[in-house]
């Protein structure tokens, strides 16, 4: 049987307005709603009688992907609206591929790790932000993540290219050394001695003394480029290995963005980088680009 893939992008940002030049004023805004805003009956994710939702049947049609945002990251009404509007466009419209903006590779590891046993709850602090791996009202879509029924193709995804959930950075460095060995018969680990040095830094003290050393960048980012040409010439099978590959391969723009980034004097070109990134990434979940 062949799987319909389609997917469900959960974001930290809502997206509705942030694609207007100009925010509209406050009565612009209150008179659009009214026109436009269409009432649910419920944001209860227990409420399985989805006659509210139905017009969205035909609305979405044609569609393959939903972006998912809200007002804040503390907004417990909006996740839980979210979690049953996830439970519809799985169960009912067969949306397939629930993706985050949480790490590519940390999510990809997480899953790897929810297969050979762990709660699904466990797999989402591995994996994920916070904002959905502890969340109370997010939790009806753990669940649903976690049930043998479940039609979604993977638990989830990650889009992101940052680091994002509680694996220790030793951890992660190490299972990405292992997938290269796995690939790479015959690596000289030794002539990248510098990336695992910096994969494997932990802490603000660690980075920010990094961030510092321009000569062990430039030796990183020359060691990385080589790394990636290798990376670049395996062809895995797994969706698991495939997601992993893309997120190895995601680590040089991370870094260059981890290392010039500054908070306090912010980089448009800096800051860009990640949205670039996930953009890439968000593209390139269609199937024929993995499984």
Request: net charge neutral; hydrophobic share 40%; charged share 25%.
């Amino acid at each position: 049987m062949t799987t319909k893939i389609t997917l469900t992008i959960l974001l930290t940002l809502p997206i509705l307005w942030s694609c207007q030049t100009e925010a509209p004023q406050k009565e612009e805004k209150i008179a659009w709603l009214r026109q436009n805003a269409i009432p649910v009956q419920t944001i209860d994710p227990r409420d399985t009688d989805y006659s509210d939702l139905q017009l969205l049947k035909e609305e979405l049609q044609n569609v393959r992907i939903i972006g998912l945002g809200e007002q804040s990251h503390g907004d417990g009404s909006s996740f839980l609206a979210k979690a049953r509007l996830l439970k519809f466009l799985n169960e009912e419209l067969n949306f397939s591929v629930l993706a985050f903006e949480s790490g590519m590779i940390d999510c990809a590891l997480a899953v790897k790790a929810y297969e050979s046993g762990i709660p699904i709850d466990s797999a989402y602090r591995l994996g994920l932000f916070k904002i959905w791996s502890n969340s109370k009202q997010f939790k009806p879509v753990r669940e649903l993540n976690g049930r043998d029924s479940s039609s979604f193709f993977e638990p989830f995804v990650g889009f992101d290219f940052q680091y994002s959930g509680t694996l220790s950075a030793k951890s992660r460095r190490d299972s990405i050394y292992q997938f290269i060995r796995k690939h790479v018969p015959g690596l000289d680990s030794t002539a990248f001695s510098t990336v695992w040095q910096v994969l494997g830094l932990s802490g603000a003290r660690e980075y920010r003394k990094a961030k510092q050393d321009t000569a062990l960048q430039k030796w990183f980012f020359s060691e990385l480029d080589s790394l990636s040409k290798l990376v670049e010439q395996i062809k895995p099978i797994s969706r698991s290995d495939q997601f992993m590959a893309r997120g190895i391969l995601n680590l040089n723009s991370y870094y260059y963005f981890l290392f010039n980034m500054n908070i306090n004097r912010p980089d448009k070109k800096i800051f860009n980088i990640r949205d670039s990134i996930m953009a890439e990434n968000v593209i390139w979940l269609e199937p024929t680009s993995w499984g």
